[in-house]
């Protein structure tokens, strides 16, 4: 079953097209890596999904509704969670505060709540840092804190910006592994990454993007091969 | 099963410390016991003043420190809650107790009212804009001849002292316990707000509303939440300020100086926190109690100096206000290491 079904999606800020005719889907309990250089228009398209930003023109549809322009607020109270590029922690509360706000869409007595979000809080292995202030936290951390805060409000779809953006090398094995353990749990994933290496290991499908359009989507073995995004992308490393 | 997990769901969710509970428990009977000693009726009118600006200050600090909207335009729930109280027993001799709620209804609605186009206005414009309308309200009271227009309303006087009037002309103890059951009740339904769940929202909203947008909390529903229950804070207060005085006029119940002061308690005390409204009020008006009697009329504004002065010095060394002089831990949640 199609989880999303992206149609010609459009967006445009003055005369810059940030995504242009963008088409894509996602089957239910895969992971969908989007790629692209900078400037492709990534999180673009992850705020026109996910309602941060009004799209122009196309179809968004979220199993068989349609979310097309509807509010953040709404989209994720259908099951849409996600994480931001740029950190958003709740920095001056606690780690566990911060996962309550999420647990609270599903949970409304307070110590039901709490149960819940210390689960997750273990789930992504930050027990002991739970009384911690959001502000306290590593990057690595904060990474862990929101997919925590956005599995709290029981998403089926989880879209995440940058997992292993600006954390050391050696936090990244640790955050693949979680992206990893929480597809075993049935939710449907799309992540933007940089590291290739990370989407080709963790994608079952691809989407490449260039200069806002879709140059290409397919499994990860198709688009390594795929001339285009070789071009505007990996061949970034045979010139290395 | 996880044993750390266990033990973490085994904890508390509050962390409730027995001699914290004890010394406010005390500290409520000896301000119940007070007036029993004897007090004169300066320091009753003092302690009055206190309860009041504290709980005008908490009005305050639900908009701006638990949901991060900055108003500077709260006297004017203050002044219609004045003037509902006033008016209605005047024209109709309805009990101060009635319309006490109307005074908080009324200020329900104009939350709503300007709370639905200010509050999709961010930051500073918001500020401005309340700013504005704080003043308009005064304007509009100057020249309203309904209510008395520039001269206000004298309440009509009962020969004696009266609980259904809300009137007490022999003592000032009544009006002592009046104020005092307000400000309890008011900041005891505060706190329980602040460790509810719309309590952990409104800060969310405050905090990062794009991640609160994230977690399906529709944040301009919920700022005008925020300024409502403020606005039904801050009324009733109005309404027993007009009781206690008697005489209410445009220039002191709408004055800009109310919205002010109101900012300057909540942060001296502590902005966000419950218990800073109540330390900044009793700093900031035993000054400006003290001011007024050593230095009469025409020093009448250098209480503000002073406020000036304390602002200046509390956002330089302790910007999260007087209440962080006391380990958190003690207050709030307790942190593990």
């Not at chain 1, 994480?83 to 709740?90: A, D, G, I, N, Y």
């Not at chain 1, 979680?178 to 940089?194: A, F, P, Q």
């Not at chain 2, 107790?97 to 961010?122: C, D, E, K, Q, Y």
Request: hydrophobic share 50%; charged share 20%; glycine share 8%.
């Amino acid at each position: 079953m199609k989880i999303l079904t992206v149609e010609k999606l459009s967006k445009s800020f003055g005369g810059i097209h940030a995504n242009r005719d963008i088409s894509f889907d996602v089957e239910e309990g895969s992971i969908l890596g989007v790629i692209g250089p900078n400037g492709a228009g990534k999180s673009t398209l992850f705020n026109l999904i996910t309602g941060f930003t009004k799209p122009d023109t196309g179809k968004v549809k979220f199993f068989d509704k349609n979310i097309f322009g509807i509010s953040p607020d709404k989209i994720s109270n259908l099951g849409v969670g996600r994480t931001f590029q740029k950190l958003k922690p709740f920095a001056d509360q606690t780690l566990l505060e911060n996962v309550m706000i999420g647990a609270f869409v599903k949970e409304k007595d307070i110590k039901r709540a709490r149960d819940r979000a210390l689960e997750i809080i273990d789930f992504v292995d930050l027990i002991e840092k739970r009384h911690h202030f959001a502000k306290e936290l590593s990057t690595g951390q904060r990474k862990r804190l929101e997919m925590a805060r956005a599995m709290a409000i029981d998403p089926k779809l989880l879209l995440m910006d940058e997992v292993t953006g600006g954390v050391d090398q050696k936090t990244i094995p640790g955050l693949v592994e979680l992206v990893k353990k929480l597809k075993k749990t049935g939710v449907t994933i799309i992540t933007i990454e940089h590291n290739i290496n990370i989407i080709m290991e963790i994608s079952d499908n691809v989407l490449a993007l260039d200069q806002g359009k879709r140059i290409a989507f397919g499994e990860p073995k198709e688009i390594q091969n795929n001339k285009q995004v070789i071009d505007a992308y990996l061949g970034t490393f045979d010139a290395a | 099963m996880d044993s750390r997990l266990e033990f973490a769901k085994s904890e508390p969710i509050w962390n409730t410390n027995n001699r914290v509970i004890s010394i406010i428990a005390g500290l409520i009977i000896l301000l119940f016991a007070l007036p029993l000693f004897g007090m004169n009726s300066f320091y009753l009118h003092l302690f009055i003043m206190i309860f009041m600006h504290a709980v005008m200050a908490q009005s305050w600090n639900v908009i701006a420190g638990f949901s991060g909207q900055i108003s500077l335009g709260h006297g004017a729930f203050f002044g219609i809650g004045a003037y509902a109280t006033s008016f209605f027993y005047m024209e109709y001799g309805i009990t101060p107790w009635i319309s006490i709620f109307f005074g908080m209804f009324v200020s329900a609605i104009f939350a709503v009212l300007i709370g639905i186009p200010m509050l999709r206005l961010s930051g500073h414009y918001f500020a401005i804009a309340t700013l504005l309308i704080g003043i308009s309200f005064q304007v509009v009271f100057q020249r309203w001849d309904l209510v008395g227009a520039a001269s206000g309303l004298w309440v009509t006087m009962t020969p004696e002292d009266s609980w259904s009037a809300l009137q007490f002309h022999s003592s000032k103890v009544p009006y002592y316990y009046v104020f005092l059951i307000f400000f309890l009740i008011t900041f005891f339904l505060v706190w329980l707000l602040s460790r509810s769940k719309l309590g952990y929202r409104l800060r969310a909203v405050r905090d990062d509303p794009q991640a609160a947008l994230s977690l399906c909390i529709n944040v301009s529903n919920y700022k005008i939440i925020a300024y409502v229950i403020s606005a039904m804070i801050m009324a009733p207060m109005g309404s027993l300020f007009a009781q206690y005085i008697l005489i209410i006029d445009p220039d002191r119940v709408f004055n800009i100086e109310i919205s002010i002061i109101v900012l300057l308690i909540t942060v001296l005390g502590g902005i966000g926190n419950v218990w800073g409204p109540i330390i900044g009020a009793s700093i900031l008006v035993p000054i400006s109690e003290y001011s007024r009697i050593y230095l009469g009329g025409t020093g009448g504004a250098v209480d503000l100096i002073f406020y000036g002065l304390i602002l200046m010095i509390i956002c330089i060394f302790r910007p999260n206000g007087l209440i962080s002089f006391i380990p958190k831990d003690i207050l709030e949640r307790k942190k593990q290491r």
